[in-house]
Every structure is written in structure tokens, then in C-alpha cells.
């Protein structure tokens, strides 16, 4: 174990999936600039960097994944990803199917999200529900730094295209990281706290609420098991099916907004498929429908507390 | 060129346009008797994609667009299973799940049709770059209309392409029309080939009814590519004489504009030209256009006898 921060753990990721795989190329605003690490052991024709303009790094690299390149393109912000949606979610998410499987496209789009650096709403904004509801994608949201590297590793060898966020919130804590081969499958939740009396599902940097908030619960004699999704896309059903049949509660807590987020259809899912366990609704905690504030405290008020988690948690336990 | 490479040639180039244009009105009648859905027609266009894939090697890529059945007939995709895949059918090239829009055909360099206007653009630059790092001499035909010239992403494209020196030729199928509306409500040029100059690429615009003058300008850009490894801009200027899809009334075309260019047809200009040369012979033509319907025909039945996809299709090649 070494104790490093996801944004070191990304580097890392890169740099062993690089030389494990000639294939594997990285380009994308200032990626060149920021990684000059990979760019010393890559050279500049597997780093690099590119203009401003997020829709032709995208639609390069679904272009370069049907033909035998592996790449990972960073666009920076979450919100840029809009001036990339036709190659993301009209090229990569559907060409393989309307091609009849005759392509494939093993991408990785990094993009940052969520409060915490005040750079309101064009900069902040977690739009990975989009994602979740567009055929063909996966879609991953890593909670710690051994996560980042893990799953990066992964989507990096998936065949398909996959969007990765990141949490700038998460993205210099640091946090314990295996050395050396570290891949964590897509599609696999992660149960960081095992309890008895409710579940709180979550992923990104609520994870870490919620952790806190089973804390503070189990102070209450309230024992909280916590999900992290780590992928949503495919969504891991049976971890938190199994987890809420266990306790017959569930609170899902995420940080996009509400309508629509992936806590609907968390919660959906538990309704269709474990009813009969439920001793109480299902709640959703998520960030309100406007869009992301800059001010600090507003942009605080934006996310999802510790402290409304163990509220919620009270009134469906009835203590 | 020795005369009969020279026959040989213009028999090719006047094979393929009357191939092309009889699937697509086959195609579009099949539409009006309520046997298919609508489709794109490429109808007057034919010299263009005829005169620029017949002046690709095998190894070249294409990437194309929602008018695309020139590019895939000029290079050799079977009638019978494009036609099956406008019907929905199994045995098309793309099970069934692109229709007559977005077919591709790995095996033959067609890749990556997008009819999302500019969706060709901005994979194509891709393509350029996987087959550069792969140290292939092979070029990537991009066909794009007028329309996606004036997407954003056609700078973005072009921009990084010039960049990156990537051997893409960009083949711009000028044919007047925007879906409905007419290119000379969307731009104030008449041309797009002078772009290039600001990308620091080769731009030529040629007259893309003349499918022996598209196919020289092609080979020209083709080997200057090769040769370079950058992009190239070559504009075809044509004409769509028939409508966005099918079926479409056209009454927003003016009669005249219309009629001027249905004079200058791709393939009755060729046709008289060789006749005029005496290249080839009346009879030699007439047969060429023979053995093309019986083509059509023999494609438009195994089309109509294959089999719809499985229900259990619905559910595949979503993921690899």
C-alpha cells in the first residue's frame, strides 16, 4: 500500500495501462501539460495535447477506438462534455449497435464534477444521470483513491465507451492505493460498512457522508451498511437488492440533482424488485434542481450532508 | 493510359453511376409502393462518389454520411445485402439495425457512417490518427455535404487534421441543398474548398458532374497525400435533383435551377462524351445498363425474401 491521491492514482493508472498496452493513448485539454510524466515515457505521439474544442478530442478518439486505438481524452469539466455529446452519445454509444457489432469502442472520457472548488455551474455540474440513460455507455464514479486507479485500469481495458467523472472534491485527498496490479471490475459495487438497520446507497464524494452519517448512527445504536456504486452504469442491482433485503431500509444519496438523478432509479429498482422487504419508503438525499452556486456556503448547502443523512435516517427507523 | 485501359476505366466509372443511381431509384420506389421506409437518395450526385472511391486503393478507409450509397456501391458492396438492410432485413450488411442510413461495411473500408450531419467530420480525424500511428500508407476518404460545412465541427476537424498531419482526404459533396433549405440561405460563399488555405491544407474545388474530372482530381489529392501524409480539402460541386428523402415533393426547388442540372446529368453527359470519343461503343453501354438492372432486380428479390432479424436481436451489439 502506498498513500497517494486520485489524482495521483489516475497518473499511475495511465502510465501502467501505457506500458502494459502500446494501444492506449491520452489526449485532451492540457493533458500534456499536466501528465508531463507520460509524456517523458510515452513521447508526444501517444500524449497529447489539443484544442479547446471537445467535440472533435471526442469524435477523434471514437474515430481511433473503431480502428484499433485505446484512447483516454480528458475534457476537463463535466459541463464541456455538451459541446461532445454527438460523438459520445450518437457516435460511441450507438455505432456499434447500428453497425450490427461490426465496431467497438474502447474509450475513456474523463471529465471533473461536483462542489467544492467554487466554479459554479459551467464548471459544476454532475450530469452522469445523461449518461446512465444513454444506450451503449458505461458509466463510473470512483469515491477514493485506490477506486480511481482500480477502475480506471478497468475501463481502460473495457471494449466499450466509457465516461468517467471525477469528483473534484476527491481528487487531492489522499488516500491507501495497492501497489502494482490494481484493477477493479466495472459493474461491482463496493460495501465500505457493513449494518444491520438500513442501507444508504451512494457514490462519489456522498460516499464519504454517508460513511460519516453511519458513524454518528452507530453512536444512536443505529447500524447503517453502506453501498458505494463505484460504476452506474452498469448498475451492480444485486449488491444493494441484497443489502436492502437485509435491513428493509434504503436511503440513496447523491449529489446531482434530484429529478430524474440515478437515485430514481436506485430506488425504483428497489421498489420493482424488493418490496416486500421494505419496512419503510425508500428516500432519495440529492443535490436540489438548480444549478450548481459558486458561493461557498451555497455551493456547501448544494450537496448533500452528514447531518441530513442522519435525519433522514431517524425518521424511517422511527427513533 | 493505353486505349483499352482507358475503355476499361471509363466502363468502371460508368458502371458504378448507373449502378448507383438505379439502387437509389429503386430504393425510392420501393418507398412510394409502401415496400420501404424513406431513404436518402444520392440522385445526381453519382460522378462524385463514383470518381473518388473508384481513385482509392483497397487499403483506404471511408467514412460517410446518410447519402452514402454511392460511396459503399462504388466500392463494392453487394446491392443485394445494402438493399436488405434498407428493408430492415437480416441479411443486410448491418443486421437490420442501421436501415437505409448508416450503413457501414467493415470489410470494405466503409466505416463509421453517421448521419448526424458533421458526425463523419468529427470521427474521421480519428481514423487519420489510428491509421498515422499504425504507419499504414492507407488515406481516409471523409464524404460530407455542403450542410455539415457549416457545423462547427467542420473547423474543429479540419483544424486538428492540419495539425496533427493526418492523411484524411475531405471530400465535400457541394449538391446545393440543406435538407430544405438552399446553400445560398446558409452561406455567403459559393465554394468551400478555399477553407483550406486556412488550415494551411490544399483545397480544389472540381465540377462534380464530370465523374472522369472528380476521378483525376481525386487521384491527385489521393497521391499528394500519400505523399505528404496531410489533409486535403476537394470540394465536388453537384447538384441533388432529387428530394431530401423520399418522398419528398420538392416544391421548394426552383423549377429552373432543377432543370439546369438535370441537364448536365452525371450520366448522360458521360455517356454522350464516350459515345462522342468512341471509347465505347452504344451497345457496350446498353449492356452495362442491362446487366445493372438485372442487378438491382436480383438484389431488390433477396432482399424481399430474406428474413426480418430475430426479436432477440433487439437485445445484441450493444455492448462489445
Known sequence: MSTITAHEAIGQALAEEMRRDSTVIAFGEGVATKRHELVEEFGRARVRNTPLAEGIIAGTAAGAAATGLRPVIDLLFAPFICFAMDEIVNSAGKLRYMSGGQFSFPMVTLAMTGAGWGVGAQHNHNNEAWFVHSPGLKVVMPSNPADFKGLLKASIRDDNPVVFFLDIGLLYVPGEVPEGEHVVPLGKAAIPREGSDVTLISYGKTVHACLAAAKTLEGEGISAEVVDLRTLKPLDEEAFLASVRKTGRAVVVHEASRTCGVGAEVAATIAEKSFASLAGPVVRIAGPDVPAPSSYPLEQAFVPSAAQIVTSVRGLVGK | ?320
Request: glycine fraction near 8%; aromatic fraction near 6%; proline fraction near 3%.
Open chain 2, 1 to 320: 493510359m493505353d486505349m483499352e485501359s482507358r475503355r476499361e476505366s471509363a466502363r468502371a466509372l460508368f458502371q458504378s453511376m448507373v449502378l448507383i443511381r438505379a439502387f437509389e431509384e429503386r430504393a425510392a420506389a420501393a418507398q412510394a409502393e409502401g415496400k420501404a421506409p424513406g431513404t436518402c437518395t444520392s440522385v445526381g450526385q453519382e460522378a462524385s462518389a463514383a470518381g473518388v472511391v473508384k481513385a482509392l486503393s483497397s487499403n483506404d478507409l471511408i467514412l460517410t454520411n446518410h447519402r452514402s450509397a454511392g460511396h459503399l456501391l462504388a466500392r463494392g458492396a453487394d446491392p443485394g445485402r445494402m438493399m436488405a438492410e434498407v428493408l430492415g432485413k437480416a441479411t443486410g450488411y448491418c443486421k437490420g439495425k442501421s436501415g437505409t442510413l448508416h450503413i457501414s461495411v467493415k470489410e470494405l473500408g466503409v466505416i463509421l457512417t453517421s448521419t448526424i450531419v458533421g458526425g463523419e467530420l468529427s470521427l474521421a480525424t480519428g481514423v487519420g490518427l489510428s491509421v498515422s500511428m499504425q504507419g499504414s500508407d492507407a488515406v481516409v476518404a471523409c464524404f460530407f455535404g455542403d450542410g455539415a460545412a457549416c457545423e462547427g465541427i467542420f473547423h474543429e476537424s479540419l483544424n486538428l487534421a492540419s495539425l496533427w498531419n493526418l492523411p484524411v482526404l475531405y471530400v465535400c459533396e457541394n449538391n446545393q441543398w440543406q435538407a430544405f433549405v438552399h446553400r445560398k440561405e446558409t452561406m455567403l460563399a459559393d465554394h468551400i474548398s478555399p477553407r483550406a488555405a486556412s488550415y494551411g491544407m490544399d483545397g480544389v474545388t472540381v465540377d462534380g458532374n464530370d465523374v472522369e474530372a472528380v476521378n483525376e482530381a481525386a487521384r491527385v489529392a489521393i497521391a499528394k497525400i500519400r505523399e505528404t501524409r496531410k489533409p486535403f480539402l476537394l470540394e465536388t460541386y453537384t447538384y441533388r435533383t432529387r428530394g431530401h428523402y423520399e418522398p419528398d415533393d420538392q416544391t421548394y426547388v426552383d423549377p429552373e435551377e432543377l432543370a439546369s442540372w438535370k441537364a448536365r446529368d452525371p450520366i448522360a453527359s458521360y455517356k454522350k462524351k464516350l459515345l462522342a470519343a468512341g471509347t465505347v461503343s452504344e451497345a457496350d453501354l446498353a449492356a452495362i445498363q442491362r446487366e445493372v438492372e438485372t442487378t438491382i432486380d436480383g438484389a431488390f428479390l433477396f432482399a424481399s425474401e430474406s428474413p426480418y432479424p430475430a426479436a432477440e436481436e433487439l437485445l445484441t451489439d450493444v455492448y462489445a
